[in-house]
């Protein structure tokens, strides 16, 4: 280790988003000591880095001494823990998105971090879900006690992984028919999950940002295109080659089927979710978003199909197949 190389600490660098912000803080000569309940879920991002460099840490983020032992040391923190459903009194929204980012953004300041990032969600000012409501209660606790802390409001993310365009994806592939919820009006802006990581690292180094245009700032990630739900599935049929019946499902009857997925352990749609479908997920006119980040947004074109063919009839080769025979 240089006596120059940065050390960033990333909590839920196991996630979704959280992998990619350690690849490409890996990528850019940084230690990452990545903050997780599960150590062993993080080996698989060693390779991402020299030896010695990616860091899996043990991490309750329920308690403040293991995550102030995680922050120490670390020049950049960044906060990737979120859920997308509750269970019981353990897994709960207050817990994951108010209560740990309030801890983690104390435990900095104490530390003397000198960047931190936290990912929030987009349209949760206007959004009437419990996750919304408490995403937002998140920022808040975490910009009182950090107030330098950048806030990253992501749209719905795709990319490889993510857990949006593959859920449908993989629907489609054994279901008849497509529930259109609320008439499949609600307005997205999917963004690439390299462009949310690209932003994770433009805030915490700067480059063609300067460090005080970021303090206290919240930006509002979208990618290039506004599409509808509807929308949504059409690209998918398009890229999966598989058509489906779409069915309209206003919001109240989709609540009580999703009150009834809610029971499963790992609930595909839950009522909360249903209501966050009521308000639209896309960057407000006035927002800081990617461009002011010096960032141009990759578009669903460019990265749909490099994941989504498999799930086409025969597979990434399925037409080829057709054809030949
Ligand atoms: N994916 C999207 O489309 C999207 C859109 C907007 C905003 N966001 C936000 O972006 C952030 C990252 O999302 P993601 O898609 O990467 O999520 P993810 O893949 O589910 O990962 C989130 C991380 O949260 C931690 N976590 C999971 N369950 C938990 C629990 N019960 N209690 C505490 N921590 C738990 C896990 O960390 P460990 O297992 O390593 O401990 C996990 O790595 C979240 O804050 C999310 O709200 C995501």
Redesign the pocket.
Known sequence: MSKNQKIATV????????TQVVRELASRGIIVK?A???PE??YFLKPCGAVGQIVPYA?S?SDPKSIAAAVSGADYVV??????YEKGK??TFQ???VD?PEVVAKACKKAGVKRVVH????GIEDCGSKYAKS?LAGERALLKAFPAATIL?????FGEG???FNMFAGLAEILPMLPLIGGGKTKFQPVYVGDVADAVVTALEGSSVGYDDLQGQIYELGGPDVVSFKEIYEILFAQTGRTRMLINLPFCIAKIEAAFMSLLPNPPLTPDQVESLKSDVVVGAKANCLDDLGLRATSMDMILPTYLARYRPGGRFGDQRDQAA
């Not at 906060?79 to 997308?84: A, D, M, S």
């Not at 990912?119 to 987009?122: G, K, V």
């Open positions: 909590f839920g660098g196991t996630g979704f988003v959280g990545i997780t309940r599960v879920r993080a991490c983020y906060n990737c823990v979120g859920i997308l353990k897994r817990k994951a998105h740990t990912i929030s969600a987009l995403k409001r992501p749209s719905v993310i993510d857990k949006f």
